[in-house]
C-alpha cells in the first residue's frame, strides 16, 4: 500500500469521527449561549431604581423565558419563546413559536398572584378610575378593542398561560376553587373568570412535547432582582439554580446527540470508504467493457464495513466530546479540541481491534506496537495539517477536513521513509528500538547445509505416484576435472518481516 493510500485509509476512519465531534462541540457551544443570554438579560438590569419586590416579576419573565429556551436547546428542539416587554393592555408578557401565550405574576403569596391573574375586565376599568383616569366606561372598553360591556366579567388575560411562583402552585389552585364554590351561588356570572383562570395555571412554560422552563420562586426571583441591580450574576449563580450544561444536559440529552453524531459519521465513512470501490469499478467498466461481479461484492462489504465503524467511532466520540465540553467530567475538560477527542477514539478503538487480533493469533505483539506508531504519527500529522489550513479557511469543519487529509497523507510518507530509515539503522547496528524490533539470529537452512550441518526437517506424507517405464539411449558424458578451492560466501542481514531483521 502505498503512502497515499495509507493517508487516504486513516482519513476515511476518522472523517465521520471529526464531524461528529464537531457536531457535539456546536450543541454543548449553543447550550452555553443560551445560559450566557440569560446571564446577559438578568444583568441588563443593572442600576435600575427599580425596587426588587416590583422587579422580581421582570426578572421572572427573562427567567422562564431563557430557561426555556435552554431546555429546548439541550432537547434539540425547535420550540422557542421570548420577553416581549409590551405595556399594552392585557398584553402577554411571553409569546412563541408554537402558537402558546404567557403571563406572569409574582405576587407575596399565592392568592395574590392567583386573585391578579383571575382579574376581570370591569375590575381593570375600576383600578383605572382609582388611579385618575376620566375615561367612561364606553370609551375605556373602546380604546381596548372591546365592542360592547358583554365582557365585563371576562377575564383579561383570557387564552393566556397564567404563570406563578413555585412554591405558591398549590395554594393558589386550592384558592380558585374556593372562589368557584363561593361564587357559584353569590355571584355565578364570575364563575366562569376563575374556572379559566385554574385551567390555565401553571408554574412554568410548557410547548406540550416535553420542552418547558424552569420553575422559579418568589424567593429566588427577589433574590436575583438584588443581584440583578448590581450586575452581579454570574455562571456560578446559575449553578446553584441547577442551570449550567452539565445540568442541563441530561444524559438522555446527550445519548440522542450521540446518535445523531453517529450517523452522521456513518454517512461520511460511508461514502469515503465506497468510493475507491466504485472508482475501481467504473475503471474496469472503462478498459473491459463489463462489469465484473465481485466489484459490486466489495462495493458492499466497503459500505456495510464503512458504516458500521463509522456510527460506533462516530457515537463513542461525540459523547465523549459533549461529557467533556459540558463539564460532566471536571472543568479541567471543557476546553478540550473535539478534533482531539477523535484522534483518541480512533487511536483507542483501532488499538482495542488490534489487541483482540493480538489475542486470537491473528497479529504479534511486534504487529500491533508498529500499527499504533503508524497511526499515532499519521493522527498527529493529520491534526497539525487541519488545524493549520482551518487558519485559513474560515468556513466552520470545511478548512480542518481538508487539512486533515493532506496532513494524513504527508503523515503515512513521513511514516514510511522514517520506518525504511530506522529498520536500515536496525540493520547496521543491531539496535531494537526497545523491543519494536526482533533481531534474528538464526543463519538460514541452506546456509547450515553448506558449512555441512544436518539440519532436521519434519516427516512429510508423498504419496506413491504412477511413473510410467521410458527408454533412454545411452549418452557418452565425459568426465569433468575440478580442483579444491576455497569457498567464501558472504551472510547479509536485512529486513526477514514485519519489524524483524535476519539473515537473508
Same mark, same amino acid.
Request: proline share 2%; aromatic share 10%; hydrophobic share 40%.
Given at each position: 500500500?502505498?503512502?497515499?493510500?495509507?493517508?487516504?485509509?486513516?482519513?476515511?476512519?476518522?472523517?465521520?469521527?471529526?464531524?461528529?465531534?464537531?457536531?457535539?462541540?456546536?450543541?454543548?457551544?449553543?447550550?452555553?449561549?443560551?445560559?450566557?443570554?440569560?446571564?446577559?438579560?438578568?444583568?441588563?438590569?443593572?442600576?435600575?431604581?427599580?425596587?426588587?419586590?416590583?422587579?422580581?416579576?421582570?426578572?421572572?419573565?427573562?427567567?422562564?423565558?431563557?430557561?426555556?429556551?435552554?431546555?429546548?436547546?439541550?432537547?434539540?428542539?425547535?420550540?422557542?419563546?421570548?420577553?416581549?416587554?409590551?405595556?399594552?393592555?392585557?398584553?402577554?408578557?411571553?409569546?412563541?413559536?408554537?402558537?402558546?401565550?404567557?403571563?406572569?405574576?409574582?405576587?407575596?403569596?399565592?392568592?395574590?398572584?392567583?386573585?391578579?391573574?383571575?382579574?376581570?375586565?370591569?375590575?381593570?376599568?375600576?383600578?383605572?378610575?382609582?388611579?385618575?383616569?376620566?375615561?367612561?366606561?364606553?370609551?375605556?372598553?373602546?380604546?381596548?378593542?372591546?365592542?360592547?360591556?358583554?365582557?365585563?366579567?371576562?377575564?383579561?388575560?383570557?387564552?393566556?398561560?397564567?404563570?406563578?411562583?413555585?412554591?405558591?402552585?398549590?395554594?393558589?389552585?386550592?384558592?380558585?376553587?374556593?372562589?368557584?364554590?363561593?361564587?357559584?351561588?353569590?355571584?355565578?356570572?364570575?364563575?366562569?373568570?376563575?374556572?379559566?383562570?385554574?385551567?390555565?395555571?401553571?408554574?412554568?412554560?410548557?410547548?406540550?412535547?416535553?420542552?418547558?422552563?424552569?420553575?422559579?420562586?418568589?424567593?429566588?426571583?427577589?433574590?436575583?432582582?438584588?443581584?440583578?441591580?448590581?450586575?452581579?450574576?454570574?455562571?456560578?449563580?446559575?449553578? &446553584?439554580? %441547577? $442551570? *449550567?450544561?452539565?445540568? =442541563?444536559?441530561?444524559?438522555?440529552? @446527550? +445519548?440522542?446527540?450521540?446518535? #445523531?453524531?453517529?450517523?452522521?459519521?456513518?454517512?461520511?465513512?460511508?461514502?469515503?470508504?465506497?468510493?475507491?470501490?466504485?472508482?475501481?469499478?467504473?475503471?474496469?467498466?472503462?478498459?473491459?467493457?463489463?462489469?465484473?461481479?465481485?466489484?459490486?461484492?466489495?462495493?458492499?462489504?466497503?459500505?456495510?464495513?464503512?458504516?458500521?465503524?463509522?456510527?460506533?467511532?462516530?457515537?463513542?466520540?461525540?459523547?465523549?466530546?459533549?461529557?467533556?465540553?459540558?463539564?460532566?467530567?471536571?472543568?479541567? &475538560?471543557? %476546553? $478540550? *479540541?473535539?478534533?482531539? =477527542?477523535?484522534?483518541?477514539?480512533? @487511536? +483507542?478503538?483501532?488499538?482495542? #481491534?488490534?489487541?483482540?487480533?493480538?489475542?486470537?493469533?491473528?497479529?504479534?505483539?511486534?504487529?500491533?506496537?508498529?500499527?499504533?506508531?503508524?497511526?499515532?504519527?499519521?493522527?498527529?500529522?493529520?491534526?497539525?495539517?487541519?488545524?493549520?489550513?482551518?487558519?485559513?479557511?474560515?468556513?466552520?469543519?470545511?478548512?480542518?477536513?481538508?487539512?486533515?487529509?493532506?496532513?494524513?497523507?504527508?503523515?503515512?510518507?513521513?511514516?514510511?521513509?522514517?520506518?525504511?530509515?530506522?529498520?536500515?539503522?536496525?540493520?547496521?547496528?543491531?539496535?531494537?528500538?526497545?523491543?519494536?524490533?526482533?533481531?534474528?539470529?538464526?543463519?538460514?537452512?541452506?546456509?547450515?547445509?553448506?558449512?555441512?550441518?544436518?539440519?532436521?526437517?519434519?516427516?512429510?506424507?508423498?504419496?506413491?505416484?504412477?511413473?510410467?517405464?521410458?527408454?533412454?539411449?545411452?549418452?557418452?558424458?565425459?568426465?569433468?576435472?575440478?580442483?579444491?578451492?576455497?569457498?567464501?560466501?558472504?551472510?547479509?542481514?536485512?529486513?526477514?518481516?514485519?519489524?524483524?531483521?535476519?539473515?537473508?
Amino acid at each position: 500500500m502505498t503512502a497515499f493510500e495509507e493517508g487516504f485509509a486513516f482519513y476515511a476512519k476518522q472523517a465521520g469521527v471529526q464531524i461528529a465531534g464537531f457536531e457535539s462541540g456546536a450543541y454543548v457551544g449553543r447550550v452555553d449561549e443560551e445560559i450566557a443570554k440569560l446571564i446577559h438579560d438578568l444583568n441588563a438590569f443593572e442600576r435600575f431604581k427599580t425596587d426588587p419586590d416590583m422587579l422580581k416579576g421582570d426578572i421572572a419573565e427573562f427567567w422562564h423565558s431563557d430557561t426555556f429556551n435552554i431546555n429546548a436547546v439541550a432537547r434539540d428542539s425547535v420550540s422557542r419563546t421570548v420577553v416581549d416587554r409590551s405595556h399594552d393592555f392585557a398584553s402577554p408578557d411571553i409569546s412563541s413559536n408554537f402558537g402558546e401565550i404567557f403571563g406572569l405574576k409574582y405576587y407575596k403569596d399565592g392568592a395574590a398572584s392567583a386573585q391578579q391573574q383571575a382579574k376581570s375586565v370591569f375590575e381593570r376599568f375600576h383600578e383605572y378610575r382609582l388611579a385618575g383616569g376620566k375615561d367612561t366606561l364606553n370609551a375605556f372598553l373602546e380604546k381596548r378593542g372591546f365592542a360592547d360591556d358583554s365582557v365585563l366579567h371576562d377575564p383579561i388575560y383570557a387564552g393566556q398561560v397564567r404563570v406563578i411562583p413555585k412554591e405558591q402552585l398549590e395554594t393558589a389552585c386550592e384558592w380558585l376553587k374556593r372562589k368557584i364554590a363561593t361564587e357559584s351561588t353569590i355571584r355565578p356570572e364570575q364563575v366562569e373568570r376563575y374556572k379559566d383562570t385554574l385551567s390555565m395555571l401553571s408554574d412554568r412554560l410548557r410547548d406540550g412535547q416535553g420542552t418547558e422552563s424552569i420553575p422559579l420562586t418568589e424567593a429566588d426571583a427577589k433574590a436575583l432582582a438584588v443581584l440583578a441591580k448590581t450586575g452581579d450574576i454570574d455562571a456560578e449563580e446559575f449553578q &446553584l439554580l %441547577g $442551570i *449550567s450544561a452539565d445540568e =442541563v444536559i441530561r444524559f438522555e440529552y @446527550l +445519548a440522542r446527540q450521540a446518535f #445523531k453524531s453517529g450517523l452522521s459519521a456513518a454517512t461520511i465513512s460511508i461514502v469515503l470508504n465506497v468510493a475507491p470501490e466504485i472508482y475501481k469499478a467504473i475503471s474496469y467498466l472503462i478498459q473491459n467493457g463489463e462489469l465484473d461481479e465481485k466489484q459490486f461484492q466489495r462495493i458492499g462489504f466497503a459500505a456495510i464495513k464503512g458504516g458500521s465503524e463509522g456510527f460506533v467511532r462516530g457515537t463513542v466520540s461525540a459523547a465523549i466530546t459533549v461529557a467533556c465540553k459540558s463539564g460532566m467530567l471536571g472543568s479541567a &475538560l471543557e %476546553g $478540550i *479540541s473535539p478534533s482531539l =477527542v477523535g484522534m483518541a477514539t480512533v @487511536l +483507542a478503538m483501532d488499538t482495542m #481491534k488490534n489487541a483482540f487480533r493480538v489475542a486470537t493469533g491473528e497479529m504479534t505483539r511486534s504487529e500491533l506496537a508498529q500499527k499504533l506508531v503508524n497511526e499515532l504519527i499519521i493522527s498527529s500529522a493529520a491534526l497539525a495539517g487541519g488545524t493549520i489550513v482551518q487558519a485559513f479557511i474560515q468556513i466552520p469543519v470545511v478548512g480542518f477536513m481538508i487539512g486533515s487529509f493532506v496532513g494524513s497523507a504527508i503523515g503515512s510518507f513521513a511514516y514510511n521513509c522514517g520506518y525504511s530509515a530506522v529498520m536500515s539503522f536496525c540493520v547496521d547496528t543491531g539496535f531494537t528500538m526497545f523491543g519494536l524490533v526482533k533481531q534474528d539470529y538464526t543463519l538460514p537452512e541452506d546456509v547450515l547445509e553448506d558449512i555441512g550441518i544436518e539440519v532436521f526437517k519434519y516427516e512429510k506424507f508423498l504419496p506413491v505416484q504412477f511413473q510410467q517405464q521410458c527408454f533412454s539411449a545411452i549418452t557418452f558424458e565425459r568426465q569433468k576435472f575440478e580442483a579444491n578451492t576455497l569457498g567464501i560466501r558472504i551472510l547479509r542481514r536485512g529486513v526477514i518481516g514485519v519489524s524483524e531483521v535476519g539473515y537473508i
